[in-house]
């Protein structure tokens, strides 16, 4: 179920979900505790360990929290989307996406919301002065440092940390964007938005976070996925180099 809502302005934090059910009815309270004003939008892929009806029963209790269900596992990259185009419907003024598994802490949530008032996008960083990662081990971290040169290669983006999903976006200027114009599907969606948000003008700036690995569950991120990631950015950066958008055979 959805609450129905007027435009107000205001902050709005998108989760997006998939079996998170030991995670979400704890990680809500805690992004109240730093953001009381803050709406939260549950994005659900299906899960069937029940997180929507858990969702479902938060939204039924407290008028700031909505959901949208999904009929499967579609992606992260268009569940985000979906969360975006909610944004721009209802008239926000900012929106922070942040992952539901506790490895966005909530406590960054002041940092980022007063960093998007000097830019268009705030970007929480692992990879700056000040940030972090905890339980990672060395293969994620070559992973992670790997993807961020190829993106920054690619699609000459001037941030350390492209792949990360934890930021705060002006409504406004995601209000510009062609959602449908969206190659990814999966985790290659957190460079694609930014490249997109570069090609129109916004500014970036990273605000250190650490990053910690998921409490309850298990990580989404696999082999394919990684690969998809890789093909997308280079298809963009193909792109980038005609200035138009290239099909390839």
Request: contains cysteine.
């Amino acid at each position: 179920m959805t609450n129905t809502i007027q435009p107000r302005g205001g902050l709005l934090i998108t989760l997006c979900t998939f079996n998170e059910s030991e995670n979400l009815p704890k990680l809500i309270p805690e992004i109240h505790a730093v953001a009381t004003d803050a709406h939260v939008l549950v994005i659900d892929d299906n899960s069937p360990d029940g997180t929507g009806q858990i969702a479902d029963e938060l939204s039924a209790a407290d008028p700031r929290i909505h959901v949208l269900h999904r009929e499967g596992k579609l992606g992260l990259g268009t569940a985000t989307i979906a969360g975006f185009r909610y944004a721009v419907k209802h008239g926000y003024d900012l929106v922070i996406n942040m992952d539901a598994d506790f490895s966005h802490h909530p406590r960054h949530i002041p940092e980022l919301r007063k960093g998007a008032e000097a830019v268009e996008v705030a970007i929480g960083s692992r990879y700056v002065p000040g940030g972090g990662v905890v339980g990672w081990n060395l293969k994620r971290h070559f992973m992670s440092r790997s993807i961020n040169v190829y993106a920054r290669l690619f699609l000459g983006l001037p941030n350390r940390d492209n792949s990360g999903s934890y930021r705060c976006y002006r409504v406004a200027e995601l209000a510009k964007l062609d959602f449908d114009q969206v190659r990814s599907r999966g985790y290659s969606f957190q460079e694609e938005i930014l490249y997109m948000c570069c090609r129109i003008g916004c500014r970036f700036s990273e605000l250190p976070i650490t990053f910690e690995d998921r409490r309850f569950g298990t990580s989404k991120i696999n082999s394919k996925e990684s690969l998809m990631a890789l093909w997308i950015i280079f298809r963009l950066g193909i792109d980038r180099v005609f200035r138009r958008r290239v099909t390839l055979a």
